[in-house]
């Protein structure tokens, strides 16, 4: 095999790769707006914008990962926090402190 040829043949791996990961990149898009029940563009722009769908919810900052971001809550006397998960909410209970403190902390950040 040639100089050139070898050149051509990962030129054409690369492109062949870049097509794949976008295809799968579009799926997991797909999927997870499908899972959600809303498009994906509009989950992004609430997460930017710190909408929450349950009043009860309070999104802290913008610590998160693909699935959704920190988020308050208080229930029956107690305060939860959670940051959702690929398989659902896992809701923990803290310390009112802790729950007040990043409540506080993030009325800093809307001023």
């Known amino acids: ?10 030129a054409d791996n690369a492109r062949v790769a870049a097509r794949r990961e976008a295809e799968a990149a579009r799926e997991l898009r797909d999927v997870f707006a499908r899972a959600k029940g809303m498009f994906l563009g509009d989950w992004l722009r609430d997460v930017m914008l710190g909408y929450s769908p349950d009043p009860e919810l309070r999104r802290i900052g913008t610590i998160g990962n693909y699935y959704g971001c920190l988020e308050l809550k208080r229930a029956e006397g107690q305060s939860y926090w959670n940051i959702e998960n690929w398989n659902g909410p896992h809701w923990q209970a803290i310390p009112d402190y802790l729950a007040t403190a990043l409540a506080r902390f993030q009325d800093e950040q809307d001023d």
């Not at 095999?1 to 990962?10: D, E, I, P, W």
């Open 1 to 10: 095999m040639t100089h050139q040829t070898f050149r051509l043949a990962l």
